[in-house]
């Protein structure tokens, strides 16, 4: 079964530095890999996905991530953090086998909060 | 396009009363979701359905829950009797699984559960 770990229940930076939330999966094949945000008292919106082809994926509000499938890992990046992107972070994998696609696998979450 | 649409969003009963949550997926899509997040943790699959037929309710707790997705659109969750360790938020989720959105799950608000 697919699994995933985030490094680090709580990140902190400053308003304009870089933002850097860690993501290491486990899959026994080859996997879709998801950064979702969540804002407090709302649904999960999808940032970005890898599925296959370029590793380097971008995403919506300046977010990106690089697929390693060396290192299975899916950190996402800012450049700059603006004060909006406090937020509760989710890095999630999907599998796909001869039955069809399972739902997603969520990791336990990273909180970011950006000091002005 | 209209999201998906969860009630309520919010629902307090004291323990061993029943609870049901009601999810509309995003017209089109064949595969809902339901999802439970517990506070500071990230959601876990209770079921999966592709259109009328559950294919994943492995881990649905199934001595108190129940759920059903008539005519393969709406779909309603229920607890009976409920418990103090219920008390989560309910996501569901719908998606498309074929084309550029392959794999991405859209999630409505949730519905926070609240036991007393």
């Known amino acids: 079964a697919q699994s995933v770990t985030q490094l680090g229940s709580h990140v902190s930076v400053s308003e304009g530095a870089l933002v850097l939330l860690r993501c290491n999966y486990s899959?026994?094949?080859?996997?879709?890999l998801f950064w979702y945000v969540q804002y407090p008292n709302q649904g999960l919106q999808l940032l970005l996905k890898?599925?296959?082809?370029?590793?380097l994926v971008k995403g919506i509000n300046g977010f990106e991530a690089e697929f390693k499938k060396s290192e299975t890992s899916f950190h996402l990046t800012k450049p700059s953090a603006h004060m909006s992107d406090a937020a509760e972070y989710f890095c999630?994998?999907?599998?796909?086998?001869?039955?069809?696609?399972?739902?997603?696998?969520f990791g336990k979450g990273t909180h970011l909060i950006i000091q002005p | 396009e209209a999201g998906v649409v969860q009630s309520p969003r919010y629902k307090i009963i004291e323990k061993k009363q029943p609870v049901a949550f009601w999810c509309n997926p995003i017209?089109?899509?064949?595969?809902l979701y339901w999802y439970r997040q517990n506070l500071g943790q990230g959601p876990e699959l209770l079921i999966r359905?592709?259109?009328?037929?559950?294919?994943?309710d492995s881990q649905l707790p199934k001595d108190r829950f129940s759920a059903e997705r008539l005519k393969g659109v709406d779909s309603t969750l229920k607890i009976q009797p409920a418990e103090l360790g219920d008390s989560a938020v309910y996501l569901c989720?719908?998606?498309?699984?074929?084309?550029?959105?392959?794999?991405?799950?859209?999630f409505g608000e949730g519905s926070r559960l609240t036991v007393l």
């Open positions: 989720a719908s998606s498309l699984e074929f084309g550029a959105r392959v794999g991405e799950l859209f």
């Open positions: 899959s026994s094949v080859p996997p879709y």
């Open positions: 890898y599925t296959t082809g370029a590793t």
């Open positions: 999630a994998v999907r599998v796909y086998s001869g039955g069809g696609a399972d739902g997603l696998t």
């Open positions: 017209s089109g899509h064949n595969t």
């Open positions: 359905y592709e259109n009328e037929e559950a294919v994943d």
